[in-house]
Nanobody, 122 residues
Framework: QVRFVESGGGLVQPGGSLRLSCAASGFNFAWYAMTWYRQAPGKERELVAA????????NYADSVKGRFTISRDNAKNTVFLQMNSLKPEDTAVYYC???????????????WGQGTQVTVSS
């Protein structure tokens, strides 16, 4: 059974930092590119960052370039998102998933984790 468990979110002031983690299980993690998505209230889920299997190619949404860094540890089946210089517009629930086809925006597993809430506010 495919499972994603996201953690590391919280309340942070503008300009602050958070490091999100996502533990994946139920599939061969090292075979798949991984992604972070986010969904803000009233908005559609959007792709934030993606990383290939070996980490040799990385993509970011324009809105987070230069502020967010995606990384992965294939030995621990975990993907990370380091978020710096956070802005109120980064407030959302953050999710991870694996890319099944058409990296980076393509099909992902139909199952999603519970996500982790990130709130940026003073």
């Amino acid at each position: 059974q495919v499972r994603f468990v996201e953690s590391g979110g919280g309340l942070v002031q503008p300009g602050g930092s958070l490091r999100l983690s996502c533990a994946a299980s139920g599939f061969n993690f090292a075979w798949y590119a991984m992604t972070w998505y986010r969904q803000a209230p009233g908005k559609e889920r959007e792709l934030v960052a993606a990383i290939t299997r070996a980490g040799d190619s990385i993509n970011y949404a324009d809105s987070v370039k230069g502020r967010f860094t995606i990384s992965r540890d294939n030995a621990k089946n975990t993907v990370f998102l380091q978020m710096n210089s956070l802005k109120p517009e980064d407030t959302a629930v953050y999710y991870c998933n694996a890319v099944l086809s058409n990296y980076p925006h393509g099909r992902v597993f139909p199952s999603w984790g519970q996500g982790t809430q990130v709130t940026v506010s003073s």
